[in-house]
């Protein structure tokens, strides 16, 4: 059935579209790939694939060090079976909708390791006001992975820390994200103890308070975060997007799939996750090459 549906395509971009030989001799062959590749993957009906799947197969053809080029070639040619599919009402939808071409080399982003986190979030030393808000603030952002402009628009009644979860608006799109343990305590602590007496009569709205009483700007955590990186002595460049990017290459790490990040990311697509994946799969391939022993006989 594949071969004929890949012959069905062929023939339907060769009349229809009128490409060149050499044009559908690459869509065969990119198709031809694919099919081999999800064949191994023990992937029955591709014609009910996620999108996720395909994505993984793109991350294949990076790890197997294929240009960005080729991959987002192949993507198109996927994309354009796909799209016949769809027409001639053999798939139910087209699942390349949300994946979209690699413009360029993208830089991966710069992350935390395990033990450099634990070492940031215990710098606050939490037996001031001051302290005991930004340890609630470095422990929400590590739990839950949101955007610096999100945290700071916390409202007090975004949290739940009775059953543990947060409430993040953003461009008016509304997602739940759970904390853990570590997180809900400070945040305790800080509500409970600091925020009464931070606030002084000023946004009494907003979850995390300055030194005024009202809301905390960016500029305010950005100065907090570099403060306690020198404090830590993490020599790396460190932003308060950092923090971020450590929580989604983390879960990663440890088994969540990339459509639950990209979720708790509040991401539109998962394209824009990709790039987390791209994160392991390198950290994955420097311990192989560290650690094989023919692997260092070839260097």
């Not at 793109?58 to 070639?73: D, F, K, P």
């Not at 606050?124 to 610096?148: Q, S």
């Amino acid at each position: 059935m594949m071969e004929a549906n890949l012959n069905g395509f062929v023939d339907y971009m060769e009349h229809t579209k009128r490409l060149s030989a050499n044009t559908l001799q690459s869509y065969r062959r990119d198709i031809e790939q694919y099919f081999t590749y999800i064949k191994k993957c023990s992937i029955e009906d591709y014609k009910d694939i996620s999108p996720s799947a395909i994505l993984s197969y793109m991350l294949h053809l990076q790890n197997e060090g294929r240009a960005v080029a080729t991959v987002s070639r192949s993507l198109a040619s996927i994309r354009a079976f796909y799209q016949f599919m769809f027409k001639q009402k053999i798939c139910a939808c087209d699942p390349t909708g949300e994946l979209h071409s690699l413009k360029s080399e993208r830089k991966l982003p710069q992350v935390l390791s395990s033990q450099e986190v634990n070492t940031l979030l215990e710098q606050p030393a939490g037996v001031d006001f001051k302290g005991m808000r930004d340890k609630a603030m470095l422990e929400v952002l590590y739990a839950t992975g949101i955007r610096v402009s999100e945290l700071i628009s916390l409202d007090i009644d975004s949290i739940n820390t009775d059953v543990g979860y947060i409430v993040c608006k953003s461009n008016n799109k509304e997602r739940i994200i759970p904390l853990y343990t570590e997180a809900v305590n400070a945040l305790k602590k800080y509500i409970h103890t600091a925020r009464p007496t931070m606030v002084k009569g000023g946004d009494d709205k907003a979850l995390f308070i300055n030194s005024n009483g009202g809301r905390l700007t960016r500029q305010g955590f950005w100065k907090i975060i570099k403060a306690y990186t020198s404090q830590a002595g993490i020599k790396k460049d460190i932003t308060p997007h950092t923090l971020r990017h450590s929580f989604a290459v983390h879960l990663l790490e440890n088994g969540a799939d990339l459509k639950s990040i990209q979720e708790m990311l509040g991401h539109s697509d998962i394209s824009s996750t990709q790039i987390y994946a791209s994160v392991v799969n390198n950290k994955i391939k420097n311990v192989y090459n560290n650690a094989h022993p023919r692997a260092k006989v070839s260097k």
